[in-house]
C-alpha cells in the first residue's frame, strides 16, 4: 500500500483552476519530486494535501486513511508534516524551542503541570531537550541551539524548519523548495542531508523544487505539473528528457 | 537544565527578589513613618495596577493579541467579589477573602472565555475592537444595576424602585452608586493589605513566569509568532490563544479584588477606557513580554504623578518627559545597544566562563 495516495484532486480560486485532477501515489520510504514552472500550482497542491486549503474534489489517502477534508492540525496528529517555501520560523524562539514546538504533541503535559513545575514537568522538559539536541546534530544547528531562530543565517532557517517538521514525528515529510536561495555548496549539502533523513528516519518525502541538480540528484519519481495539470510523471531521467517538460519548463 | 534554562531560572528569581525587596524597604520606610500618608495609600493600589500589568502583558507580549478592555475584567472580578462579601458576612474574614479572591477570578475567567471563544477564531486585530466593546458594554450595564438582599433572597434590578426589600434587608449595589463599605467589612486585616497586595503580585508573577516557559507557553508564543506553522506542527493555535486571554482575564480579575476590598466607595466609572489604556501603556513602555519591566513601569509611572503634585504646574511635563525616556531607554535601537554593552561589561567573568 502507498504511503501516500491521491486521486482526482482539484480546487479552483473564483474561475481558476489552480489545481485540477491531480494524482500521485508515493511509496514508504520513497524521494519523489513535485516540479513545474513558476504559479504551476505546486504550493497550492502543499496546501491542499496539509488541510490549509479544503479540496474541491479528490480524495487524499495516507497510509491507507482517508484524510480529506481535515483539519491543518489534524492532518499533522496523522503523519504529515511539511515546511514552507517562504520561511516561516517561530522567530522569537530559541533554535531548540522550534524543535521542541513540533514536539509538542509527542511529549506532553498538562498546563498546570508546568504551572507547579512537577516532576512529570521535569521529565518530559529533559526528553524533549535531549531529544531536540538529537535532532539539531542532524542538521548541524547544534551549536546554534540557544541563540534567536531570527538570528540564524538564511540556510540555517531552512534547515531548522526541516528540523522542527520532523520533530512532529511524521510518515511523510512535504518540502517546499528547501533549496531556494542558497548557494551551491548549500545545496549540494542539503542534499546529503534529505539522504540521510530518508535514511535516518525511514522517511517518506514529497519534495518542491526548482535546482533541477537537486530533482535530477535525489528524485527517484517525478510529477510535473503546469497550469495546474499533471504534463508528465515517471522516472526521474524519463521525466527530465520529455521533450514536453523541456519545452514547458525552461519555456524553449 | 540547559543553558538557556539556566538564564530563564535566574531572571524568574530576580524579578521574584525585586517584588520582596521593594516590599520590605517600603514596608520598613512605612513602619518607621518615612512615608507619608499619600504614599502610604498608593501602597495596595500599586500591588493593584501591577497584578494588572503583568496579566495584560501576557495577552500583549507573549499571546501578540491586542486588547483593549482590561478595565472590563477588573470591572466585574471587582464588583462579583464584592457583592459576595457584602452578602456572605457570616462567612470568618479570612476565608471569606480567600473565596473573594476565588470569584473574582473566576467570574473574570469566565467573561474572557465567552469573548474569546469566538473573536480568537478570527484572524487580525477584531480583539482589540470586541474587548473595547465589553469595557464599555459591562461598565454602563453595571452602571445601571442595582443589587439588594433580604431574608428571601437576592434582587436583581435594573432600576432603583425596581423592587421592594423586607425589613432587615440591604442594598448592595447600588446603580451608579456603586457599593459602598466593603473595606469596612476587612477593618481587621486592612493593614495587611500591602502584604496581601505583594503576595498577589508574587503569585502573578508565579503563574505568569512558569506558564510562559513550558510547554504551553511555548505553544502560545509559536501561535503568536507563525498562525499557520504553528498549526502545521499540530498545534491547536484558538485552545493556546484563548488559555493565554482566560488566565490573563482571571488575574485582571484578582486585581480587581484587591481594588474594590481596599476601598471604600466602588465606584464604576474608574473602570472606563482610560484605565485600559494606561494599563497598556505599562505594559508597552515597560517592555512588550519583559515582567519585570512591566512591574518597574508600573511603579513608577503611578506613584510618579502622585509624587510630583508638589510640584504643581509641571508635574504633567515632567510626566511626560519620563513617558518619552522610558520609552526610548526600552524601544530605540540604539539604547538598546547601549544597554546589552553595559551588561558585557558588567558581567566580563561570566561570557568568559560561558564560552569556555
Ligand atoms: N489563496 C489563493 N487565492 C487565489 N489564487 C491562488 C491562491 N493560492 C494560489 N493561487 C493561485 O494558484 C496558482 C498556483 O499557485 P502556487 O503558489 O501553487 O504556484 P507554485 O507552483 O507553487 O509556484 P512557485 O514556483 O512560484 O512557487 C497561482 O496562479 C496562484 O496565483
Ligand atoms: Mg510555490
Known sequence: MAMLDVKNLGISFGGLHAVDDFHVEIEKGQLYGLIGPNGAGKTTVFNLLTGVYKPNEGIIKLDGNDITGRSTIEINKSGVARTFQNIRLFHKLSVLDNVKVGMHNHHAYSGLSGVFRTPKFRRTEKEMNEKGMELLKVFDLDQEAFIEADNLPYGKQRKLEIARALATEPKLLLLDEPAAGMNPNETAELMDTIRFVRDHFDMTILLIEHDMKLVGGICEKLTVLNFGQILCEGETAEVLSNPAVITAYLGE | MNKNERKIFKNNMLTYLMVIAFFVIVQTMSSTGHLSNLLNALLVPICVYTVATLSLNLVVGFSGELSLGHAGFMCVGAYASALFSNIAQNVPLVPRFIIAILIGAAVAAVFGFLIGIPVLRLRGDYLAIVTLAFGEIIKNLINILYVGVDENGLHVATTSNGYKLAAGGKQIMKGALGISGTSALYKPIKSWFFLIGIILVLITLFIIQNLVYSRTGRAIMAARDNR??????????????????????????????????????????????????????????????????????????????????????????????????????????????WRSRMLEKIRPGKERKEAA
Open chain 2, 228 to 337: 499557520i506553522a504553528a498549526e502545521s506542527v499540530g498545534i491547536n493555535v484558538l485552545k493556546y490563544k484563548l488559555t493565554a486571554f482566560v488566565v490573563s482575564a482571571a488575574l485582571a480579575g484578582v486585581a480587581g479584588v484587591l481594588y474594590s476590598h481596599n476601598l471604600s466607595m466602588l465606584k464604576v466609572s474608574t473602570f472606563d477606557y482610560n484605565l485600559s489604556i494606561l494599563i497598556l501603556v505599562y505594559v508597552v513602555l515597560g517592555g512588550i513580554g519583559n515582567l519585570r519591566g512591566s512591574i518597574i513601569a508600573t511603579v513608577i509611572l503611578y506613584a510618579l504623578p502622585e509624587l510630583l503634585r508638589g510640584f504643581s504646574n509641571y508635574r504633567m511635563l515632567i510626566y511626560a518627559v519620563v513617558l518619552i525616556a522610558m520609552m526610548l531607554f526600552n524601544w530605540a535601537p540604539a539604547a538598546r545597544n
